[in-house]
């Protein structure tokens, strides 16, 4: 009906990027829905400033319990929801965990696509106008040497990796099969305050506000010297969103073009907070990954020139974003140990 709010539906809306993404379709009209995967503790937190119970009136945002491992769940909820857009950003999204649960990662990651591109095949058949996002990786390209663009051979270099590897191939095959509109965004590293806390750069920045303000003395790291294209995601969440506004389907490498190694990362993070990280890094062996990715840096051209797209957010501004973010998270709990409570911090163990 003319007038009518767009729906789209988010699989992985509980992560970094889904929760971003679900504040920039509310903001432009669309009716959201987003699956959640039932967990015995909240997992909904990135989502508390835009979520309102559905008893509410007003609201465009309702989250349904499924899981790209249950078939079953994924049409019950196209069915249910029919969106006219589906965003799949669900992941066992952490490359170093990948290696430990190489079987899980490949199931969700690479078949839990293929079981939403068959629902979304199926409903297409009934009639439903719908469009696809694949939520690919830089990490596909792997081995690869840079700059990477979407010509670039794919030469993965962990499980992860190779699922999305599987679920690109699945998209690009559906897309040629059945004539449907789906697109493989390719993107290199993004990153915010709200990124999880096992990734190198949150992880870093967490600890470093944390040595600051004497919480702890220490950081574990892995292999500092590769180099990353990093980005942050208010602004890729916008390049997903765009491929899906084209007359055509394609698929786009999504980039800032710059790259930076972890030791970088650390300069600039530990100079904003005038610290000297050598002294507080150390390295445990178990950060290592049996095959690293060296060098990951992007060429966005083709998003610059067909979407119109480019990165607003620079490498040392968006550092200097998390360190601001992680400082005052780090100043609370400071306050909490000053008032006797005792302050919890997750273990990293995999991170
Ligand atoms: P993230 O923070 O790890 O979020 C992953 C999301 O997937 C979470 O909502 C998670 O739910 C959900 N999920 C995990 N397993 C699931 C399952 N079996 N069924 C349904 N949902 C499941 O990841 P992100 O950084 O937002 O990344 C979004 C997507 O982009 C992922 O596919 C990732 O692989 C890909 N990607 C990310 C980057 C990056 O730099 N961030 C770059 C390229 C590609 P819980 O909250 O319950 O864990
Ligand atoms: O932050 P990372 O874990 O991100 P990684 O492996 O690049 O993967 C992220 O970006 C991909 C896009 O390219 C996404 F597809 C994927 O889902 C994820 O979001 O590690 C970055 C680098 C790696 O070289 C790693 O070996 O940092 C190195 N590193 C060094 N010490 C560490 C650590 N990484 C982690 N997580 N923890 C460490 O202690």
């Known amino acids: 009906m003319a007038g009518s709010p767009r729906v789209a539906?988010?699989?992985?809306?509980?992560?970094?990027?889904?929760?971003?993404?679900?504040?920039?379709?509310?903001?432009?009209?669309?009716?959201?829905?987003?699956?959640?995967?039932?967990?015995?503790t909240f997992n909904t937190e990135r989502l508390d400033a835009i979520y309102a119970d559905p008893h509410e009136r007003g609201t465009r945002l309702y989250l349904h319990y499924g899981d790209l491992a249950d078939g079953a769940s994924l049409r019950k909820i196209l069915e249910h929801t029919k969106p006219s857009e589906i965003?799949?950003?669900?992941?066992?999204?952490?490359?170093?965990?990948?290696?430990?649960?190489?079987?899980?990662?490949a199931d969700?990651?690479?078949?839990?696509?293929?079981?939403?591109?068959?629902?979304?095949?199926?409903?297409?058949?009934?009639?439903?106008?719908?469009?696809?996002?694949?939520?690919?990786?830089?990490?596909?390209?792997?081995?690869?040497?840079?700059?990477?663009?979407?010509?670039?051979?794919?030469?993965?270099?962990?499980?992860?990796?190779?699922?999305?590897v599987a679920a690109h191939w699945f998209a690009k095959n559906y897309r040629e099969g059945y004539k449907l509109f789906?697109?493989?965004?390719i993107l290199f590293n993004h990153e915010s305050p709200r990124r999880g806390e096992t990734f190198?750069?949150?992880?870093?920045?967490?600890?470093?506000?944390?040595?600051?303000?004497?919480?702890q003395d220490k950081i574990y790291l892995g292999y500092l010297d590769s180099r990353r294209d990093w980005g942050y995601a208010g602004d890729y969440v916008e390049a997903m969103w765009l491929m899906l506004q084209q007359s055509e389907p394609d698929?786009?490498?999504?980039?800032?073009?710059?790259?930076?190694?972890?030791?970088?990362?650390?300069?600039?993070?530990?100079?904003?907070?005038?610290?000297?990280?050598?002294?507080h890094v150390e390295t445990d062996p178990r950060y290592l990954r049996p095959t690293e990715v060296e060098a990951l840096c992007g060429d966005p051209s083709k998003a610059r020139a067909k979407l119109g797209w480019q990165p607003k957010v620079g490498f040392e501004q968006l550092v200097a974003m998390m360190v601001e973010h992680d400082l005052e998270l780090a100043r609370q709990e400071r306050t909490?140990?000053?008032?006797?409570?005792?302050?919890?911090?997750r273990g990293l163990s995999h991170g």
């Open 182 to 185: 789906i697109c493989n965004g």
């Open 251 to 279: 698929d786009y490498v999504v980039a800032t073009g710059n790259s930076y190694s972890v030791r970088e990362f650390l300069d600039v993070a530990a100079g904003l907070l005038g610290l000297e990280w050598t002294k």
């Open 108 to 164: 969700v990651v690479g078949t839990g696509t293929l079981r939403l591109l068959e629902a979304m095949r199926e409903y297409a058949a009934a009639g439903r106008e719908v469009r696809f996002y694949q939520a690919g990786s830089s990490e596909m390209f792997g081995a690869s040497a840079p700059p990477q663009n979407e010509d670039t051979p794919f030469y993965p270099r962990s499980p992860y990796a190779v699922a999305k």
């Open 336 to 345: 909490l140990a000053a008032a006797g409570h005792k302050v919890v911090t």
């Open 87 to 105: 965003y799949n950003l669900a992941a066992q999204s952490h490359v170093r965990v990948s290696f430990d649960q190489a079987q899980y990662t």
């Open 9 to 40: 539906l988010i699989t992985g809306i509980t992560g970094q990027d889904g929760s971003f993404l679900a504040e920039l379709l509310l903001a432009k009209g669309y009716i959201v829905h987003g699956i959640v995967r039932r967990a015995s």
């Open 200 to 215: 190198v750069t949150r992880k870093i920045t967490r600890a470093l506000t944390r040595i600051k303000l004497g919480l």
